[in-house]
Nanobody
Framework: QAQLVESGGGSVQAGGSLRLSCQAS????????IGWFRQAPGKEREFVSS????????LYQESVQGRFTISKDNAKNTVYLQMNRLDPEDAAVYYC?????????????????WGQGTQVTVSS
């Protein structure tokens, strides 16, 4: 059964950094696009970033472009989201998810499996 486990959330001050991790089961990691989404209280879940199976195609939401970097470690079946220059607007529960190929990476409906989420808090 597919499994995605996030970690690395926490509390930081504005301008700080966090690195989120998403460990996926082997078959999922090697064949699915992995995406990061976030959801703040009272808001809809929104796309943050995604990385394809090859690891060469990464997409970002415009508001995080240049501050966040997605990467994958094949040896650890893990996808990372390095978040720098965090802003209070980035505070949310962050989820990683897995999508089979050929679908729109920024659309939550494209994803088949979801992790449990990890909380990111940014104080001003």
């Amino acid at each position: 059964q597919a499994q995605l486990v996030e970690s690395g959330g926490g509390s930081v001050q504005a301008g700080g950094s966090l690195r989120l991790s998403c460990q996926a089961s082997g078959p999922i990691f090697s064949t699915y696009t992995i995406g990061w989404f976030r959801q703040a209280p009272g808001k809809e879940r929104e796309f943050v970033s995604s990385i394809d199976v090859s690891g060469y195609v990464a997409l970002y939401q415009e508001s995080v472009q240049g501050r966040f970097t997605i990467s994958k470690d094949n040896a650890k079946n893990t996808v990372y989201l390095q978040m720098n220059r965090l802003d209070p607007e980035d505070a949310a529960v962050y989820y990683c998810a897995a999508s089979a190929g050929g679908r729109t990476p920024s659309d939550p409906q494209s994803y088949d499996y979801w992790g449990q989420g990890t909380q990111v808090t940014v104080s001003s």
